[in-house]
Every structure is written in C-alpha cells, then in structure tokens.
C-alpha cells in the first residue's frame, strides 16, 4: 500500500453507508446508446491510518445487479455474465493511494467471476461533514472504465449490418459516502 495523506479525514474505519451510496454501470448498447445499471447489494470500508495511509475494500454482490429489465437482469446473472451462482460476489481491494490534486488516484485489484485484474480508479474527493448525530460522513465519487472481456465476459452477440448488441467498454461509477466508525 502507497501511504498518502489523506488531511481532512481522520484516522479509523469508514463504513460504506448504503442507502447514501450508488455503484453504477454504463455499457455501449446497439452501437446507439448506452444501457445503465447498478448494484443495490454491497458493503465496503476505508480504513485511514495515524500515519495517514489508506485502504480501501468492497464486496458486490452481483445478483443485485439491476438494469430495470427483468429479463436483462436474469441473463447479466448467468455464467454469460457474472455467473452469479458460482461467484456471488464482485470484490475490490486497493493497493494504492496518490494524491491528484484535492483529489485521488487509487489503484486495486478487482475481481468478477473468478477473474482479477488490476484496476485504477479516478476519485473526486467531495468532502467531510460531521453528519447527523451518527458521526462524521465523507464523500466520494470515482470512475474507471474496464474491458469486460479482460475479465473473462466474452459472449459476442453481433448485429447483423456490423458491430455487437452489447460493447466491451464498461464504465463504472461510484457515488460512495463513509461514515466513520472509530
């Protein structure tokens, strides 16, 4: 892990806090447009140190996975896709920080139906607060742009003048806000 300060959050462990956070998806659809989805199912902490080093981890889970397409939604279950059944859960974990600015880069390992890969993630640094009687909360929004068959998603679906129904671009978006738990 690459120590950084990280000045206006104290030390401890930061809880994702859920209901107040988003990770989405947006992939090239039909060579026209984009489909979006999210995960509503997923839990993770960032644990700053004394010496200000970070750390971060998340798990998804992928079954959560919702494009509000039911049908979609099945198929992105299957060994296609996320192979859900086999591998419930999506993981990151990081094994960088640098500072960019008033912002962050933080690199990582994540991991998708069996496969991992190292990932970088651009991370807009939207502040502290002391919350609502439940302690400090921060915020967070990141953004990282995958190949989809790096991580072994290699099903082809190609239309008929040319081109795939669905791209190997996948961007990913995060809207995170920690709590701090101590």
């Known amino acids: 892990m690459t120590s950084t300060t990280a000045t206006a959050l104290t030390a401890g462990t930061w809880v994702i806090d859920a209901a ?12 026209v447009s984009k489909v979006r989805g999210r995960f509503t199912d997923f839990s993770g902490k960032l644990v700053i140190g004394e010496d200000g080093s970070a750390a971060a981890e ?12 039911p049908q979609r939604d099945a198929h992105l279950r299957t060994a296609d896709f996320f192979s ?5 859960l999506a993981t990151f974990k990081s094994t960088g920080f640098r500072v960019k600015g008033d ?12 496969v991992t890969k190292p990932v970088t993630l651009d991370v807009e640094f939207l502040g502290v607060n002391p919350g609502m009687g439940q302690g400090p909360v921060a915020g967070f929004e990141a953004t990282t742009v995958i190949n989809r068959r790096d991580f072994g998603i290699t099903i082809d679906m190609p239309l008929a003048d040319g081109g795939a129904v669905i791209g ?12 701090q738990q101590g």
């Open 168 to 179: 190997d671009k996948i961007t990913l978006t995060l809207g995170i806000e920690v709590l």
């Open 84 to 88: 859900a059944e086999n591998f419930p």
């Open 103 to 114: 912002d962050f880069v933080v690199d990582g390992e994540f991991s998708i139906a069996g």
């Open 58 to 69: 998340a798990e998804i889970r992928v079954d959560s996975v919702t494009t509000d397409n």
């Open 20 to 31: 107040h956070s988003t990770l989405g998806f947006s992939v090239r659809h039909m060579m």
